[in-house]
């Protein structure tokens, strides 16, 4: 009888996705990462199948309110959010609140597509049409298919990652659509492109030169506008 009751609560550990493994030994909850995987991406692609016309910001959670990319980062939500773009960010703070801000601020559409950590939610109060997951790979998967553009603003790690699997989804035709990338902020980017082209283009030879036209490097929100409606008009 206890043999029953244990593979009882066994398989709705399993199959109940909400419920995080109490020990992460592969061999018992990997059945339970499988469930919760399947409910993320089915949820997070019906969630995405309804935008219409949609620009992704992404960029660092430390910026706060007196630095100048968060600021640039309001004036590019409201003026994506103004030419009917539906604003999608990570939901949490620094950049992506700015975001978010700026394109509720402009009564846009505000999403935040958020991860779960240890220490909470983050979500920041501007987005008004929110979802959240558990997996770092199911979100970025919702962030890569989910607009027409990628805005990126200087941040760190994730920022990086997030910057490098745009470029190279691109690249390589991963996308339904080609899409724009767009990183804002010469003084930061800059460096990063010409060791780009001068290391890994004309030295080593591992990438091609209509590769570097991939990323197009801005100062401003206008500047980033700019390209995305020009993007959307040649795609069409």
């Known amino acids: 009888m206890k043999k029953i009751t244990k593979k009882i609560k066994a398989a ?11 020990k ?3 061999k018992r909850t990997y059945r339970w990462h499988i469930s919760k995987i399947m ?23 430390c910026f706060s309110q007196n630095n ?3 600021k640039e980062a309001i004036k590019t939500g409201a003026l994506l959010a103004k030419n009917g773009y539906t604003v999608v960010t990570g939901g949490g703070p620094g950049i992506m609140e700015a975001a978010n801000r700026g394109a509720f601020e ?9 991860i779960q950590l240890p220490e909470g939610q983050r979500i920041n109060k501007y987005v008004t ?16 298919f989910s607009s027409d553009g990628y805005i990126f603003f200087p941040g760190g790690f994730g920022t990086l990652d997030e910057f490098f699997e745009m470029t190279m ?13 767009v990183a804002v902020g010469k003084e930061y980017w800059g460096p990063l492109f010409k060791w780009l082209e001068s290391e890994v283009y004309l030295k080593r030879k591992a990438v091609k ?3 570097l036209k991939i990323i197009q490097i801005v100062d401003s929100a206008e500047e980033a506008l700019e390209i995305i409606k020009k993007f959307k008009r040649l795609s069409r």
């Open 68 to 70: 100048p990319y968060y």
């Open 169 to 181: 989804l691109v690249q390589t035709k991963k996308l339904a659509r080609p899409v724009p990338v």
């Open 39 to 61: 409910t993320e991406l089915v949820s997070g692609f019906r969630f995405i199948s309804g935008f219409k016309k949609s620009v992704t910001i992404l960029g660092s959670t």
């Open 129 to 144: 049409k929110p979802i959240g997951f558990y997996h770092f790979f199911t979100r970025k998967a919702m962030l890569s």
């Open 209 to 211: 030169k209509k590769d």
């Open 24 to 26: 992460e030994d592969l």
């Open 106 to 114: 402009a009564g846009g559409e505000s999403v935040g597509m958020n």
């Open 12 to 22: 709705r550990l399993y199959s109940d996705p909400k419920l995080p493994p109490a």
